[in-house]
């Protein structure tokens, strides 16, 4: 069946700009997950979904990030102002559910480099 | 808190020969573990997963990798390394709170490499 999958797969842009990236998860699964990697950071948690809802967003790096998800599929990350530190690789997973037990499937990223 | 810790940043092995790579987790609670796998320029793919079931864990292409609570440890090992092993492997624990229920944490990542 269908992967997780992302769009863009790569995004330039300038300084300042917004940018919006979107996740369509495996058909069936109501937890979403958005990670960022990066080399300085390696692998980073931003903010999940169970549902439409995200119960914690204390991972996201600045209020100039937010996400949303409708419909209990489709998310979308959005970086408002972006800055040079926001390049990196996002990637986003799907699950069952929000369980520890479960296995998160994941993207295949979308590369982002601010100009 | 949950962390991972990988033990090596690089390991190079001949092909033929066994893999051994060294994980230790701090986890609050009793946790998931996962071993995921990245090849160049591709996704993250699950090679195993542990969760409170049997001890050793059985993946796929021939890793396994064994849940050792004493010593906070969950290395992943391999009997014989092939050329098409080579990619960058994480450790993973399940959640960065107190329920799991949330993000996984990461490892810095381990990378392998195969001599021929």
């Known amino acids: 069946g269908a992967g997780v999958s992302q769009s863009p797969s790569n995004k330039v842009t300038e300084k300042g700009k917004d940018v919006e990236l979107r996740c369509d998860p495996i058909?069936?699964?109501?937890?979403l997950y958005w990670y960022r990697q990066s080399l300085g950071q390696g692998l980073e948690f931003l903010i999940y979904?169970?549902?439409?809802?995200?119960?914690?967003k204390s991972g996201l790096p600045s209020d100039r990030f937010s996400a949303e998800r409708t419909g209990g599929s489709v998310s979308t990350l959005t970086i408002q102002r972006t800055q040079q530190e926001d390049s990196a690789v996002y990637l986003c997973?799907?699950?069952?559910?929000?369980?520890?037990?479960?296995?998160?499937?994941f993207g295949p990223g979308t590369r982002l480099l601010v100009l | 808190a949950q962390s991972v810790t990988q033990l090596d940043s690089h390991v190079s092995v001949s092909e033929g020969t066994p893999v051994l790579l060294r994980c230790n987790y701090s986890s609050s609670y009793s946790p998931s573990l996962f071993w995921y796998v990245q090849h160049p320029n591709k996704g993250l793919q699950l090679l195993l997963k542990?969760?409170?079931?049997?001890?050793l864990v059985k993946g796929i292409n021939g890793f396994e990798a064994e849940f050792k609570k004493s010593e906070t440890s969950f290395h992943l090992t391999k009997p014989s390394a092939h050329m098409s092993d080579a990619a960058e492997y994480f450790c993973v624990v399940s959640g960065r709170s107190g329920g799991g229920a949330d993000g996984l944490t990461f490892g810095k990542g381990t990378h392998l490499i195969i001599q021929p």
């Open positions: 542990y969760t409170s079931a049997a001890t």
């Open positions: 979904f169970q549902g439409n809802s995200a119960p914690d």
């Open positions: 997973a799907s699950s069952l559910r929000a369980s520890k037990v479960e296995t998160q499937y």
């Open positions: 058909s069936g699964h109501t937890a």
